[in-house]
Each structure stands twice: as C-alpha cells, then as structure tokens.
C-alpha cells in the first residue's frame, strides 16, 4: 500500500480518510463511463441496423458526443488514481502548487489549483 503525505493548502489539507473517500469515488466515476461507454456502444450497433432519418442521426450524434466526453472524463478519472498510486495526487501540472481539498471534493480528477485553471481557461 502506498503511503500519501498529507497535502497542505493554506488552512485545508487532505487526510487519508479524505484519500479513501476520494478514491472511491474515483473508482465509482470510472465503473460509471464504462457501463455509460459500453451502453452507448450497445444503442451505436442498434441504430446503425436502422434507416438514418433526421432524427436518428441526430440521435447518432448526441451518442457520439456523450461518447467522446464519458471517453474524456475516464481518462481523467484513470489517470488521478495513477496519481494516488504514485504519491502524486493533489499537486498542481502548472504550478506544482497543491490544489485545495476543496476542489478536490468537488473535483476528485482535478490536475490544476483553481488559478491554473482559470489561467488555463481564460487563453482558450
């Protein structure tokens, strides 16, 4: 078992009870993509049998679409639990500052402080 420091951010930090909760929801978000992945892949092989109208092809690509964000947001999700398994959860790419607990309840995959982020957002 890997052993996690506490992360400290101003006046929050993340306590191994806040790790575990925070892995498993890790691990429910990720169960989640991939039955939502595998049902969407199950309706793509069932609409592709029927005649494409407007509506079927608009349904076609709301699926492709909910496909490509589940597909986004499990990388994310697998690639935090890499992190907890590294003993590198919890710290900024940008900054390498740490990202409060805060964010991290909300947002267990976060890889960026809520600076960073905003930063990251604003030259889009």
């Known amino acids: ?9 101003l006046n929050t930090a993340l306590s191994i009870e806040d790790f575990a909760v925070l892995r498993e929801s890790l691990h429910e978000q990720r ?3 991939q039955e939502q992945l595998q049902q969407l892949s199950t ?30 947001v499990l990388t994310d999700v697998e690639a ?10 919890g710290s900024c790419h940008l900054c390498r500052g740490p990202i409060a607990r805060e964010r991290l309840m909300i947002v267990p995959q976060a890889r960026y402080c809520a600076r ?9």
């Open 116 to 124: 960073c982020q905003q930063v990251r957002e604003a030259d889009r």
């Open 80 to 89: 935090a639990l890499q992190r907890m398994d590294r003993g590198r959860f």
């Open 31 to 33: 169960l989640f993509r």
């Open 43 to 72: 309706a793509a092989t069932t609409c592709a049998d029927a005649i494409l109208d407007r509506q079927t092809a608009s349904q076609v690509e709301v699926r492709v679409q909910l496909a490509a964000s589940a597909r986004m």
């Open 1 to 9: 078992m890997v052993q996690h420091q506490t992360i400290d951010d």
